[in-house]
């Protein structure tokens, strides 16, 4: 435990400093967590722009599950600390390896001894979200009083993370075998072969998204004749859309109310989920009880999906997809010079005869990148906050914010959305902006801006 010398070329300091990045990063998301965590038990009441879309009661229960949310994700950092030292200290990673080996002695082929630590490491990872889920049962529900409808029994959730481990290996057993084989065959530079291949897999799932949708996982209908229809006739020309290019999206997954504005080469359509049309645009008695009510009426909805048509206009998808490959390939630059770094593998536990390329992969990610994961996310969330207003600011300018205020505010009131949020966990913790600031935003463009 002590090392010889104070040098990352020393394996017993190289492991040290990995372990101290670790846990200063997740003691630094644990810091984030508490001020959240503080905020939620010091705030008394609604701001004065939301007290008429929610009640006492309902403002209760949003702070009920706001905090049981950040707790658990404070709780989360805190195990995944833990694990993450005693996989260092004690050895775990080759403690799997071995197993393997032991497994697959008569199969003297790295690529497939790789291909099953895969398999045994997706299950390790699931196994080490158990005591978190645990914790989270047995201390925080309780304390939390969690209703039991709002929570998954014990056993079902035991259950389906043997689902989980399935899935997991499903995915990503081929990507490593893709991996592994672009690293065998490309040479020195072979992340940038591995850059290229994520990029354009991306760039086609991309395409087939924006060209034939998402209908693998649900129905899509082209949007009836109606009142909503006759409202988006004089809001699709402005963004050069066609107006019958409107399509309802439903799937048996409970998606979040919200809509995509979608355009490619030739095609262009809007996308609206069922959960933010109102009543799901069904009759009432399909529905069950707290489904009545919920959505956007026309008007809310025209102004929601110009929003959505803003974001397309400013091209604010095409940019936050190049902005993350471009953070990508950096990661993967600076992952090709130090994956194969000896010393890495013997911080690890592993003799520095004979190491596996693949726990690299693991090594690199977990403890050498902490530093530039928390830069670059804070970077990407900040950018895709910033689109956020910008679009709110073209959605007040076509005349729509009063629209989207009521919009906000209904949302907010459907899914009982806690509205406070403390500025440094918004900075790596939220994609958007709370709607507390949206709305207050939007408030102050009203008076700035003449309707075009």
Aim: proline letters at 5%.
């Amino acid at each position: 435990m002590v090392p010889d010398a104070f040098s990352l070329a020393d394996p017993v300091f190289l492991r040290h400093i990995l372990v101290i990045m670790c846990v200063v990063r997740n003691l630094f998301h644990v810091y984030l967590c508490w001020r959240q965590l503080r905020l939620v038990q010091w705030v008394r009441e609604l701001p004065v722009e939301m007290q008429d879309a929610m009640t006492s009661e309902e403002f209760q229960v949003a702070k009920i599950d706001e905090g049981y949310a950040v707790e658990q994700k404070l709780i989360a950092y805190v195990f995944d600390a833990i694990f993450s030292c005693m996989e260092l200290y004690f050895g775990i990673l080759p403690a799997l390896w071995r197993v393997i080996i032991s497994a697959y002695s008569i199969v003297d082929d790295l690529i497939w001894q790789s291909i099953a630590f895969v398999g045994l490491f997706t299950c390790y990872m699931v196994f080490r979200k158990l005591p978190l889920v645990f914790y989270a049962k047995l201390v925080l529900e309780p304390f939390y009083e969690i209703s039991p409808d709002k929570s998954i029994p014990l056993v079902g959730l035991l259950c389906s993370f043997a689902l989980l481990i399935v899935l997991l290996q499903v995915g990503l057993i081929p990507l490593t075998t893709i991996f592994l084989f672009i690293e065998s065959h490309g040479g020195r530079y072979f992340v940038l072969w591995i850059w290229g291949f994520l990029f354009l897999t991306s760039l086609l799932l991309l395409l087939i998204v924006n060209l034939y949708g998402i209908g693998l996982i649900g129905k899509q209908t082209k949007l009836p004749a109606g009142s909503l229809n006759d409202a988006l006739q004089d809001l699709l020309p402005k963004f050069k859309f066609p107006t019958d290019c409107v399509y309802i999206f439903r799937t048996f997954y409970a998606y979040n109310a919200t809509a995509y504005a979608l355009g490619c080469l030739c095609k262009r359509q809007v996308v609206i989920l069922e959960h933010l049309l109102m009543n799901q645009g069904r009759p009432e008695s399909e529905l069950q009880e707290d489904e009545i009510g919920r959505g956007l009426n026309d008007d809310q909805l025209v102004a929601y999906i110009a929003h959505e048509l803003s974001h397309w206009y400013y091209q604010h998808h095409r940019i936050a997809f190049f902005m993350v490959h471009a953070t990508l390939l950096i990661y993967l630059l600076i992952f090709g010079l130090c994956y194969r770094q000896t010393v890495l593998f013997e911080a690890a536990g592993f003799p520095s005869t004979f190491y596996p390329p693949i726990v690299g992969y693991w090594l690199v990610y977990k403890y050498v990148m902490p530093l530039y994961l928390t830069i670059t996310n804070w970077i990407i969330f900040y950018f895709m906050r910033k689109f956020e207003f910008a679009a709110d600011k073209y959605t007040c300018q076509l005349g729509y914010s009063s629209g989207f205020i009521s919009a906000l505010l209904k949302l907010f009131s459907d899914y009982r959305i806690f509205p406070y949020v403390d500025p440094w966990f918004l900075m790596w913790h939220r994609v958007k902006p709370a709607s507390l600031q949206r709305i207050r935003n939007l408030m102050q463009l009203q008076t700035s801006f003449v309707p075009v």
